[in-house]
């Protein structure tokens, strides 16, 4: 079977991997993000998939758009029976969803039809689901709607899973699925379940401002499950009485309303709208990470002012 892999993070190599190593599929090509610019020097860095590809002589595509009419003349030419998509960051126009003869089929790491969108990992953690896993859906123009093949096992979400400990372990999840429904896409003869409309929830492109806390209408828990959904990337933030900018990347709950919402206490305790934060370690603006006391020793004059909203 003739196969074109879409993708662009690390989580996607192994699924990628898995379409390299099944003995009945030729890998055409590989589709990925173009290369952006990384680090201080802002170099151009090909994708992870990209380097994987480029490393097994795998040829590479890496259109801006994949709707414009060059990249879709290439697919009608390379004909593919099979298209799989992991973590591709590209939305799919309709004509090249039917160029493939057995269908496009997007591995996305929810249990569909909860998390459509662009974000599902960290929609997970920040709504305290217990579980999660991957879906691996045949790709139809409504986003993340088209009908389930098949899906992983379930995966136990833990109270100190981050984004990129939680999608590290559903990457492998989601290579092992494919290595097990491929024979199925293969013979053409997959099962399909039509997803439940009514039970549909959603989460979008996450934001960099996203980060910010807000004191007064975040509970600890919220706040706590946030930093972990946006570690590595948006992390949480706030403005300190002064207006400087304060990322925080480590706390733990305190289960009593010690101070009104935003309020500093000794030892860096802080109220929320319900229960109340310690902060252990933070990052001001424009310098390292630093534990809380270290901070508030130079900054003794925060105790008992208030963050900013």
């Known amino acids: 079977m003739n196969v074109i892999f879409m993708g662009t993070p690390e989580i996607a190599i192994p ?16 589709y990925s993000q173009p290369d952006r610019p990384t680090g201080r020097k802002k170099r151009l860095t090909p994708s992870p998939v990209k380097a994987h590809a480029e490393s097994l002589g795998i040829p590479v595509k890496t259109p801006e758009k994949a709707k414009a009419a060059e990249v879709i003349e290439e697919l009608n030419h390379l004909s593919p029976d099979l298209i799989i998509v992991c973590a591709y960051g590209q939305i799919l126009p309709q004509n090249l969803l039917d160029i493939p003869k057995t269908g496009c089929f997007n591995a996305h790491f929810s249990f569909l039809p909860r998390w459509r969108g662009a974000s599902p990992v960290q929609a997970a953690i920040k709504a305290g689901d217990s579980e999660t896993g991957v879906s691996l859906q045949k790709i139809v123009l409504k986003l993340d709607a088209g009908p389930v093949v098949a899906a992983s096992s379930k995966e136990t979400i833990q109270p100190d899973d981050t984004y990129q400990s939680l999608v590290t372990r559903l990457g492998v999840l989601s290579g092992t699925l494919l290595t097990e429904t491929l024979p ?126």
């Open 15 to 30: 699924t990628f991997q898995a379409l390299i190593d099944f003995p009945e599929s030729q890998v055409l090509a590989v």
């Open 184 to 309: 199925l896409l293969l013979s053409q003869n997959y099962p399909t379940q039509v997803q439940k409309e009514e039970e549909a929830t959603f989460c979008r492109i996450i934001k960099k401002e996203e980060g910010r806390i807000n004191w007064d209408s975040e509970s600890a828990i919220e706040i706590e499950r946030k930093l972990r959904a946006f570690t590595p990337w948006p992390g949480i933030f706030t403005f300190d009485a002064d207006g400087k900018r304060i990322q925080i990347t480590k706390l733990k709950i305190v289960n009593q309303q010690s101070a009104p919402p935003g309020v500093i206490l000794p030892e860096f305790q802080v109220g929320t709208r319900e229960n109340s934060l310690r902060i252990l370690a933070l990052k001001p603006e424009g310098k390292q990470e630093m534990s809380a006391g270290e901070f508030l020793r130079g900054h003794p004059h925060l105790i008992g002012s208030h963050f900013q909203n």
